[in-house]
């Protein structure tokens, strides 16, 4: 499979670059990054989509959500499938995927680590065995380079939980200058940021006299470039449409 990377001269972006080199069936013919000369790649890199003529059979993309339009629209073009490991995208962004994801297969997520969807998965599951007599608050820290915050997999966390319990939940991001108790319709997400964390993401449920803590911690970014390679493969043969990890998970 060949692979074009956007993103490829960020930290995601190298640690693929590194692990794609032990994947004898995997090759990068090309990358996309806006500071194309920062690393000394074995294959060309341009500052923008429309500029890359190699043939690929997916991008792989691991850029910043404010290139994620141009990078869409490109895919379209060129009927390319696509996996979506960029976190910060907003409403507008989700809107643009799914209407692209009529003409070509996509696999989005917030994050690519096997162990955090089976986190997310237990998190469903103590959610509707508890009911509304546990609170439900999400911590989660990482390094202190990290730029969006809260994260992009508190928001999936979060966002499965309460799919799971039919969306009655309200997500309140911090409580600085709330003058108010907590609502039981309320799941706290917090974000810390410091040090060199690369990612741990705690759920926690507080009940009358007892605590449930679910945490999930990664040890480096190995696993979500690892993760994103198993996504690919997964994708390859895909029709249009829309993907997650809950169809990797269950295929």
């Known amino acids: ?26 090759t990068i013919v090309a990358g996309i990054d806006p500071d194309t000369t920062k690393y000394e790649n074995d294959f060309p890199v341009y500052s923008s989509p429309s500029l890359c003529s190699e043939k690929a059979d997916m991008i792989i993309d691991f850029s910043h959500h404010s290139a994620l339009d141009d990078l869409l629209k490109y895919c379209v073009a060129i009927k390319m499938p696509l996996v979506i490991a960029t ?52 911590i989660e820290k990482h390094h202190n380079q990290k730029v969006d915050a809260p994260s ?26 709330r003058n108010e108790k907590r609502k039981s319709t309320d799941i706290g997400i917090h974000a ?16 009358p006299d007892e605590i449930i803590e679910i945490k999930h911690t990664a040890l480096s970014k190995d696993i979500f470039g690892l993760g994103a390679i198993h996504a690919a493969r997964f994708l390859i043969h895909k029709n249009p449409g829309f993907y997650n990890m809950n169809d990797l998970i269950e295929s």
């Open 152 to 177: 992009g997999t508190a928001y999936l966390i979060a966002e499965n939980i309460n799919k799971a319990l039919n969306n009655k939940k309200d997500f309140i991001y911090g409580r600085y200058g």
């Open 87 to 138: 976190t910060g995208l907003d409403g507008n962004h989700f809107k643009n995927i799914m209407d692209a994801s009529k003409y070509i297969p996509i696999f989005q997520t917030g994050n690519t680590s096997l162990g955090i969807q089976v986190t997310t998965k237990i998190a469903q599951m103590a959610a509707l065995a508890l009911t509304d007599a546990f609170d439900i608050e999400i």
């Open 192 to 207: 810390i940021r410091g040090g060199s964390i690369v990612g741990e993401h705690t759920i926690l449920f507080a009940g």
């Open 1 to 26: 499979m060949n692979i074009i990377l956007s993103g490829c001269n960020g930290k995601m972006g190298q640690v693929l670059v590194r692990l794609m080199k032990q994947e004898k069936d995997l």
